[in-house]
């Protein structure tokens, strides 16, 4: 099975897509590029530890319909025209109190400010979330399939990533390793 990051990176690399995402966010295009290295494996490891959780796989699903099957690679200039409206809130409520820290650190290893990253953030989500929804057949998908493909690809893209990896150390190192993707973050570097 292809990992969902690598997929979504060659689309990210085809054409003027990183262009056009960086002019959109208003950052340099490889520290854009980097940035969203970064934060497509952190985001799976969100929706998955998300998943584990009573109720969760539910929440992740709403993410899901949320976007209504469509997936903002194939139709990007759209995307990033319309953009913003709404992704905010799939950030904040997939990445909860760990959103600050993982902007500062991914912010701290590209050299963007943290708003960039922020932008970056409100970007990536719709962008797994579309590639998920594609992988798992547009929604006719069930709750214990999403959590074993959530699991899955989770594993492989922070595995795949010595740069998530690094970020992952630095945030359990700060945060005491507790709670949320923390949790998910150190079962998978142990």
Do not use: C, R, W, Y
């Not at 099975?1 to 295009?29: C, R, T």
């Not at 795949?160 to 005491?176: H, R, T, W, Y």
């Amino acid at each position: 099975m292809d990992s969902i990051v690598e997929e979504l990176m060659k689309q990210v690399a085809s054409g003027d897509n990183l262009a056009s995402i960086s002019q959109s966010v208003g950052g340099d295009p490889s520290a854009v590029q980097s940035a969203l290295g970064m934060a497509m494996p952190l985001i799976l490891g969100s929706m998955s530890n998300n998943a584990s959780k009573s109720g969760g796989t539910d929440a992740v699903m709403g993410m899901l319909s949320q976007m209504g099957g469509s997936n903002p690679m194939e139709n990007l200039s759209g995307f990033l025209g319309g953009q913003q409206s709404g992704t905010s809130g799939l950030v904040s409520s997939l990445l909860g109190s760990q959103l600050g820290p993982i902007q500062d650190a991914i912010a701290k290893k590209t050299g963007l400010p943290p708003a960039v990253v922020g932008k970056i953030l409100q970007i990536a989500v719709p962008m797994v979330l579309g590639q998920l929804s594609k992988m798992g057949g547009g929604g006719g998908m069930d709750k214990s399939g999403l959590t074993s493909l959530l699991g899955e690809q989770s594993k492989m893209a922070m595995q795949s990533s010595p740069e998530v990896a690094d970020i992952a150390q630095q945030l359990l190192a700060s945060q005491g390793g507790s709670g949320g993707i923390m949790n998910t973050l150190k079962n998978l570097f142990k």
